[in-house]
């Protein structure tokens, strides 16, 4: 596959991987959990973004749109009729205020190795490497297997962070690529799974068995929503889960709210979760211990 669209390419991240990472976001998820971070991840096609606040009405947008999807609004700020509009950033272009962007472009595996080697003295000073991130990056296909052996063919250590919904044989070869695979449990029961991501979790169930029967690095990651997967049940077989397979540590990523602009740029509403007390989220971390689930905060 000649291009893939990439709607992010973050350099030095300590967070999705060992060491320094340069972590490649690839735009598309079969997906759409209530809670998502990075909305503009969902949707394979590029995507107008508008920012309101750094708006200053001066109106530029409005004559460069060839669908006439813009007009001001009794506040001076532009406004968008998402039905209209095309995406195709002209006004992006024009904006002297960074207020509009398009999320997503089409990259080949050549520019995007061009970003990623900038930071390969990096990866070998600290043991890092390039992530693979979305989005779910696996829906990215043969792209996706292109960029990971343009890596390998470097040297560099290989993380796959996925939510693991993914046609069987295409998740074992990207598995198969990385070097460590980050994987996401959302719930076990596969009805609330459905009701809170869209999809059920049985195809990612048997992906992650699959992976572990077959003794890859795993290391599970659990976005941690209010009321949603922290109740004493869904831990309980959470951890009957993987005690088969010797697995006593897992990663959370509490519920958070860092997301919330990117809702409003897109013209969605923005989701219902609130984040955690400090005290509360105490109390969840020790049902994991009871269960025999040591957790780390990522
Ligand atoms: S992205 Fe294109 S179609 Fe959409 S509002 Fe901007 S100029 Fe108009
Ligand atoms: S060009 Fe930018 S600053 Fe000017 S009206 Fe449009 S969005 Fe606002």
């Known amino acids: 596959m000649d291009t893939g669209i990439i709607y992010n390419i973050q350099r030095m991240s300590g967070q999705d991987g060992p060491g320094l990472r340069t972590t490649v976001f690839l735009k598309g998820c079969p997906l759409s959990c209530q809670w998502c971070s990075n909305p503009e991840s ?15 009405g001066c109106g530029a947008c409005i004559s460069a749109c060839p669908q006439q ?18 995406s195709c950033g002209a006004c992006a272009a024009v904006c002297p205020h960074k207020a509009r962007e398009i999320s997503g472009r089409a990259m080949t595996v050549a520019e995007v190795m061009r970003v990623v080697e900038k930071d390969e003295l990096f990866y070998q000073n600290s043991g890092g ?14 792209f996706l297997l292109e960029l990971m052996q343009a890596c390998h063919n470097r040297g ?11 046609e069987q044989n295409a998740f074992l070869k990207a598995a198969a690529a990385s070097d460590l695979i ?13 009701q809170f991501t869209g999809v059920g ?7 992650l ?24 049940s869904n831990i309980t077989a959470l951890a009957e889960f993987l005690k088969p397979y010797g697995i006593f540590d897992v990663d959370i990523l509490p519920c958070h709210t860092f997301g919330s602009s990117k809702y409003e740029a897109l013209g969605l509403n923005q989701p219902s979760q609130v984040p955690y007390p400090k005290e ?5 971390l020790q049902r994991f211990e009871r269960n025999g689930l040591h957790t780390a905060i990522v």
């Open 209 to 232: 068995k699959n992976i572990l029967e077959r003794h890859y690095a795993v290391r599970i990651r659990i976005p941690l929503m209010p009321g949603v997967n922290d109740t004493e």
């Open 182 to 194: 980050l994987f996401d449990c959302k719930h076990m029961d596969t009805a609330i799974h459905k």
């Open 156 to 166: 560099y250590h290989i993380c796959l962070d996925t939510c693991g919904h993914c």
């Open 69 to 86: 999807a813009i007009v001001m609004d009794g506040d001076h700020r532009s406004r968008t009729d998402r039905q209209k509009c095309v």
């Open 280 to 284: 509360e989220l105490k109390l969840i």
């Open 42 to 56: 969902q949707d394979r096609r590029p995507q107008l973004m508008v920012f309101p606040k750094l708006c200053s």
């Open 201 to 207: 979790n049985e195809l990612i169930l048997s992906n």
């Open 129 to 142: 490497g390039v992530t693979f991130c979305g989005g779910e990056p696996t829906a990215s296909g043969e």
